[in-house]
């Protein structure tokens, strides 16, 4: 969990620099991380998303922008889901 909070904003940058038509290697390497990771949480919506932004940057970036943004989106709200579980006492040490 604190890998992933603490690698979730660099992944989200090399998305967006990729999805503003830099090269497209990196934020796809960057979605199936972001996606994997996310998948690994229980965090299935943020999982599905990272990995249409993967398929959108190997196409090209096509609706990556729209993409980026419910990604955002969605990331935040699992950040503060994962953000409150630790404050709770999640996970158990």
Do not use: H, N
């Not at 949480?41 to 999982?47: H, N, R």
Request: aromatic letters at 2%; proline letters at 4%; zero cysteines.
């Amino acid at each position: 969990m604190d890998g992933f909070l603490a690698e979730l904003p660099r992944r989200l940058a090399l998305i967006a620099a990729s999805a503003a038509g830099g090269e497209t290697g990196p934020g796809r390497a960057a979605a199936a991380a972001l996606g994997g990771s996310a998948a690994a949480l229980g965090a299935a919506e943020l999982a599905d998303l990272a990995a249409s932004l993967e398929r959108a940057l190997a196409d090209g970036v096509g609706d990556a922008g729209a993409l980026l943004a419910a990604t955002r989106e969605e990331a935040e709200a699992v950040r503060g889901v994962l953000s409150d579980a630790r404050a709770a006492g999640w996970p158990p040490e």
